[in-house]
């Protein structure tokens, strides 16, 4: 697709017309797998008060005029995550959304603006069941498209094999030697200089103003992700605390977290957790992650105090969000995620940033 034609032109949407009945097929196929377990499908409401409290994740926003003429400021999810978990709290307890969310200063190759994603929970359950749902998710995708192999720039990968399960420390030592966990304490502090020094040893480079979560980053995209889901899907787990806002500590070890991510062809598909229900301890994670957004964007969202009294009531629960458009790009070999959306978003006007 091309300024030249846009994907509303008769030849390139018949080019990409394979792909999205695809995307149909896979969307239909999972819809009756979750039926099939007896879990009830909900659409969460797009506008809430907050969009989430990640430092990273950027939201759009927009404001509501009530019947007196007042503006209250409002947002566009980033995830149905907050409306999923109240309806835990409410007594729902096998819940699945299929539905757009919205992120900002996202666009690319593997990002889009508005993009389709799959949440579901399951109440009472360890995260572990999430896995086998992620492989089963591939393979079904997989049958829906009539692919063999998923295949991402020249990485392939087989949708029908088992994923391998790898630790983040196990990842970290195996990609870059470096040790992770000496960098983190049982308390959920980190060793900035350790793990800088660490960078240096393995030949990545670092600034002065990195913080700790700074250099993970760094390393997760420059050594660790590229090499994850080749051949078969790798299920990266056990993420350090301080990269884990949502999830529940490992009860094997203080240090990390119940969160895993799913890749694929060096594709980040899909990140999962055993929730956190402590209320106060997520008020204090989330503080955090909006005291980083404001250093790094200058800006911080509210947190959503509803939210925060419906996780005091929210039962155990392991829970996990998807980006459909990914799997179904990968499914189908599309190159860009807008090649498996229906009608994608108006390109950006240039600007001379851009250019």
């Known amino acids: 697709m091309t300024s030249a034609s846009p994907w509303w032109a008769p030849h390139a949407h018949a080019d990409r017309r394979p792909r999205l009945l695809a995307r149909n097929r896979i969307a239909a196929s999972l819809r009756a797998w979750f039926a099939a377990r007896d879990f009830v499908e909900v659409e969460a409401a797009i506008l809430q008060v907050s969009p989430g409290n990640e430092a990273h994740l950027s939201a759009f926003a927009t404001t509501a005029i009530g019947p007196d003429g007042a503006a209250h400021p409002l947002y566009l999810h980033t995830s149905p995550e907050f409306a999923c978990k109240k309806l835990l709290a409410a007594g729902e307890t096998r819940l699945f959304s299929l539905?757009?969310?919205?992120?900002?200063?996202?666009?690319?190759?593997?990002?889009?603006?508005?993009?389709?994603?799959l949440e579901w929970y399951r109440a009472g359950e360890t995260y572990d069941g999430l896995m086998g749902d992620c492989a089963a998710f591939l393979r079904l995708a997989a049958e829906n498209a009539g692919a063999k192999r998923f295949v991402w720039r020249g990485t392939e990968a087989d949708p029908f094999a088992e994923p391998e399960r790898v630790t983040v420390a196990e990842a970290f030592e195996r990609h870059a030697g470096i040790d992770l966990l000496a960098t983190v304490a049982p308390d959920a502090s980190t060793d900035r200089a350790g793990l800088a020094a660490a960078l240096v040893q393995a030949g990545i480079r670092t600034a002065p103003d990195d913080t700790w979560a700074d250099l993970f980053s760094r390393v997760m995209v420059e050594r660790v992700e590229p090499a994850l889901g080749r051949g078969r899907a790798t299920i990266l787990c056990e993420y350090p605390i301080p990269e884990a806002?949502?999830?529940?500590?490992?009860?094997?070890?203080?240090?990390?977290?119940?969160?895993?991510?799913?890749?694929?062809?060096g594709v980040e598909l899909a990140n999962a957790f055993g929730e956190l229900t402590d209320a106060e301890e997520q008020r204090r994670r989330f503080s955090a992650e909006m005291d980083e957004k404001e250093r790094v964007y200058g800006e911080r969202y509210p947190l959503d105090e509803d939210f925060l009294s419906a996780l005091a009531q929210m039962p155990e629960a392991s829970g996990i969000a998807l980006g459909f458009d990914r799997l179904v790009m990968l499914a189908t070999g599309a190159r860009r995620i807008e090649d498996v959306i229906w009608t994608p978003v108006a390109e950006y006007p240039r600007t001379e940033t851009s250019r």
């Open 99 to 117: 539905g757009p969310v919205y992120r900002n200063r996202e666009r690319g190759a593997l990002h889009h603006p508005e993009f389709t994603m």
């Open 245 to 265: 806002a949502l999830a529940r500590p490992s009860p094997a070890d203080p240090r990390v977290a119940e969160r895993f991510e799913l890749y694929c062809c």
